[in-house]
C-alpha cells in the first residue's frame, strides 16, 4: 500500500523517527512521486508538449505552402496581377512562419524553465529525504 500525504499528515509527529524511518524506506518511491505528481501537474501543464507539437505541424504546413508559392512564382507565367497576388499570399506566409516561430521559442523557452524546476523539486525532495533518514 503506497503511503500517501493524506496519511502522512495524519500521523502524529511526536511519535518514534524509527517507525516513520521504516515507513518511508518501505515506501520511498510511491511516497514521493505522490507528493511530486500533484506538484509536476501544477507546473508543467500536460498540454504544453501538446502545444509544441501542434505549432511545428503548423509551420510545417507554413513553409511546405511557402515553397509551393515560390515553385509557382518561377515556374508560371503569371499576369501582374497574379503574381502580385502571389507574392502578397508569400508574405503573408512567411509572416505566419514567423509568428509561429517566435510562439514555438517561448513555448520552448517556457518547457526548459519547467523541467529544470521539476528537477530542482525532486533534488530537494530527495535532499530532505536524505538528511530525514540519516
Known sequence: ???????LCAVPWDCSADWLSSLLQSDVLSFISSLLCPILHVITPACLPEQIDGLEEKL?????????VDLKLRREKLSPEGR??????RNLLMTKADNYEKELSVLRKENRKNAALAVAMALLIALIYACWTM
Open 60 to 68: 510545417a504546413l507554413c513553409r511546405q505552402s511557402m515553397e509551393e
Open 84 to 89: 502580385k497576388s502571389l507574392e502578397r499570399e
Open 1 to 7: 500500500m503506497p503511503l500517501s500525504p493524506a496519511l
